[in-house]
């Protein structure tokens, strides 16, 4: 089929009513006979070219794709900003169905809402997911039906806003809220928790004097044990909730690396690899020694249990710059320089729910017995103390990637 030009088609979609008042008023003028219809003629020339002009403006200069398909379902009109965020031309798509468009995974979804408006002959609003060069992007479409004078259909129009960073930091603040409000909770819980606890320890000490009975002493000896046990949870827990952070001073990485990644090597079972990639030049950042080896250590830990059959844990560290359209898609970035560190395992990867939650107090897919879930939250607590934060990609069977951004310590000129 001959690709017809974008500009012809975007006087099609908005001229009806115009034709429609024009030639109702020729043929009353015609009717009576009493007037020459050259001038109307000219009028209706004019009329038509300046309303073309004007739906060719707002059609080009709209941030918002603006389309329409005829009743085959080939595109009479598709704007450069529809061009744009599907990496075509204009003319590329003209004429063109969706499965040519969009591929088939993309044609589904986009035909899909194409047939409910066409059975339903009304407007319909819609959130799409479509897969477009490797990503899928989230359309916020308005579709209509589009009708000749006698409502008949004869294709479909609409308009629609690419809303996925959109959609991605109304997720990454529902996260943040969701964090705060268990942040608050359980730092209210470790407060009454600790209130409980003194009095016990206090009381163990004392009966722990008042007798010489070994059966009575072991026994104490145990609660005594259980309580430091819950002690040391509420502690866990402050750190959370308090916002506190140790020493802060210059800090050059590199050694902490070499450290976890010494520590991890020969700790570790056998059966994983431990890797160290490091730049010549790293930028000092400013923060607390002790708590970056310990973030580190405790997300080489988590990717080491991702691993039961083996495998591969990378340590990395890296300069990178924050720019602006980086930080508008995450919502804890400010643009300006960071130091980068990386924690990288090839294990069983995680689904985007368990994403959503790995930093949520007492979350864990692992045992009980292995832990009570706080390690992740506690590193993600230091690195907002350190005014950095954590970006996590992963993938069921393909691994997990923790990326650590610290900000640049900034000398004064």
Request: aromatic share 6%; hydrophobic share 40%.
């Amino acid at each position: 089929m001959k690709k017809q030009s974008s500009e012809n088609h975007l006087s099609i979609a908005g001229l009806e009513a115009t034709k429609r008042q024009l030639c109702k008023e020729l043929s009353k003028r015609r009717a009576s006979g009493t007037e020459d219809c050259s001038a109307l003629c000219g009028e209706a020339s004019t009329t038509f070219e300046n309303t073309a002009l004007l739906l060719r403006s707002i059609a080009d200069n709209s941030p918002d794709a603006i389309f329409a398909k005829n009743h085959e379902g080939r595109y009479l009109l598709f704007n450069p900003a529809a061009a744009k965020m599907i990496g075509m031309t204009v003319d590329e798509v003209i004429g063109r169905n969706d499965i040519e468009v969009f591929g088939p995974e993309g044609a589904e979804v986009v035909l899909n809402t194409d047939r409910m408006v066409r059975e339903s002959k009304r407007k319909l609003t819609i959130e799409e997911h479509i897969p477009i060069r490797g990503e899928v992007r989230v359309f916020l479409t308005s579709m209509f039906p589009y009708l000749d004078d006698n409502g008949e259909l004869i294709g479909t129009m609409g308009i629609a806003r690419d809303v996925t960073e959109f959609k991605e930091l109304e997720s990454q603040l529902l996260r943040a809220q969701k964090m705060e409000s268990l942040g608050i909770l359980a730092g209210g819980i470790a407060h009454n928790f600790n209130n409980i606890l003194a009095p016990i320890l206090m009381s163990i000490d004392m009966l722990k004097q008042g007798t010489k009975n070994e059966e009575d002493l072991s026994l104490l000896d145990s609660i005594e044990h259980c309580a430091n046990r819950g002690a040391d949870l509420v502690r866990q827990v402050k750190i959370i909730t308090d916002n506190d952070s140790g020493p802060m001073m210059e800090l050059d990485i590199i050694p902490v690396l070499k450290e976890v990644t010494q520590i991890a090597g020969t700790t570790f079972r056998e059966d994983i690899s431990v890797k160290l990639e490091l730049p010549d030049n790293l930028w000092p950042v400013m923060g607390d020694a002790s708590q970056i080896h310990q973030i580190l250590l405790n997300f080489g830990i988590n990717g080491r249990e991702a691993m039961p059959n083996g495998g591969t844990l990378t340590f990395t560290a890296s300069n990178f710059s924050v720019d602006k359209s980086f930080a508008k898609k995450h919502l804890d970035a400010s643009p300006g320089d960071y130091v980068r560190l990386e924690v990288i395992d090839t294990g069983t990867g995680m689904s985007p729910e368990m994403i959503d939650r790995i930093f949520e107090p007492f979350y864990t897919t692992k045992d009980l017995s292995k832990g009570a879930g706080l390690d992740l939250s506690i590193s993600q607590s230091i690195v907002n103390n350190h005014r950095g934060f954590i970006l996590v990609q992963s993938e069921v069977g393909n691994g997990t990637r923790i990326q650590i951004y610290l900000p640049k310590l900034e000398f004064p000129d």
